[in-house]
C-alpha cells in the first residue's frame, strides 16, 4: 500500500511511492555475490599467469566494482534528490561507472578489426555522455509540481 506524499517516515516514501526500509544491512544474496566476484577475481589473477597488466586491469575493475557497489549503499537511505550527498554519489557513480566502460571497452577494441573496434568505442562514448546528460543535465519536467518535493 503505497504511503501518503509527506510521510518518510522510517525510509518507507520518496516521491510518493511505498519502498521498503532501508537498515543499510547485507543480504545473503548481495555476500553471495560478493564472494563469486571475488572468486572471479582470484581465479583471474591466477589464470593471468603473471602478466602486470592483466593482474592490474582485474584488480582495478574489482576495486572499481567494490566502490560502485558502496556507492549504490550509500544511494539507499536517502530522501533529498537535491542534497549534497546525493550529488556526491551521482557524481562518483557516474565516474566509476565511466571508468569501467572505458577500461572495458580498451580491452574489446583491442581484440576487433578497425571498423569494429571505432564501433565499440562510439558505443562507449554514447553511453558515458548520455549517462552524464540523464544525471546531471537533463531535468525531469514533472519534479517541479510532484507533491513529493514540495
Known sequence: MPA???????????????????????TWLTMMGFWFLTLNTAMAIYSSQGDPWAIAFVAFSYLDLLLLFYCLQLFGPVHDPNSWRVRCVKASVRVLTALLTV??????????PLALAIMVWALAGSTVIGGFYAFFVHRDATAGSHPARA
Not at 510518493?16 to 532501508?22: D, E, I, L, Q, S
Open 103 to 112: 577500461m572495458f571497452s580498451l580491452k574489446v577494441a583491442a581484440v576487433m
Open 4 to 26: 501518503a506524499d509527506g510521510d518518510l517516515e522510517g525510509g518507507r516514501a520518496w516521491r510518493g511511492v511505498a519502498t521498503p526500509p532501508h537498515d543499510g544491512g547485507f
